[in-house]
């Protein structure tokens, strides 16, 4: 496996805009938005798209690259945590036959949905030792 396709190609095939999902409400209620706003915001974005139509496309269309719009934020993980991001690559990219999975949209998809589900954050955190003192 090589850099670019671990990471992406500088070129990738899928297109060049922001994360239209990156205010969407947490499941769990810890988001920054409630479910009535994101949706206000929604339809605010299909009324301007009508313009340009990118806004109507998946963030792995609309984007130029794979690292458009992103802010590196590096991340150190113990060997047996790199070995389950690759497993699920792996099982992803199988799911999603014909698409590019790339490991920075597996790794960010990972945050966003620990994110979503901040009790299973802290359970892993109290499995660590968090909160024994």
Excluded: C, H
């Amino acid at each position: 496996m090589t850099k670019d396709d671990r990471y992406g190609a500088a070129g990738d095939t899928y297109g060049s805009s922001g994360d239209q999902y990156d205010d969407a409400p947490s499941q769990n209620g810890t988001g920054a938005e409630t479910a009535g706003a994101a949706a206000d915001d929604a339809e605010t974005e299909t009324d301007d798209s009508a313009n340009d139509g990118v806004a109507d496309l998946p963030f792995i269309f609309a984007r130029r690259t794979v690292k458009a719009d992103r802010d590196a934020l590096p991340v150190y993980v113990r060997a047996s945590t790199a070995d389950q991001i690759g497993e699920l690559e792996r099982e992803l990219d199988d799911r999603f036959d014909g698409d590019d999975v790339m490991s920075l949209d597996v790794r960010e998809a990972v945050v966003k949905a620990g994110l979503r589900n901040v009790e299973d954050v802290v359970d892993v955190m109290e499995t660590w030792g968090y909160g024994r003192r």
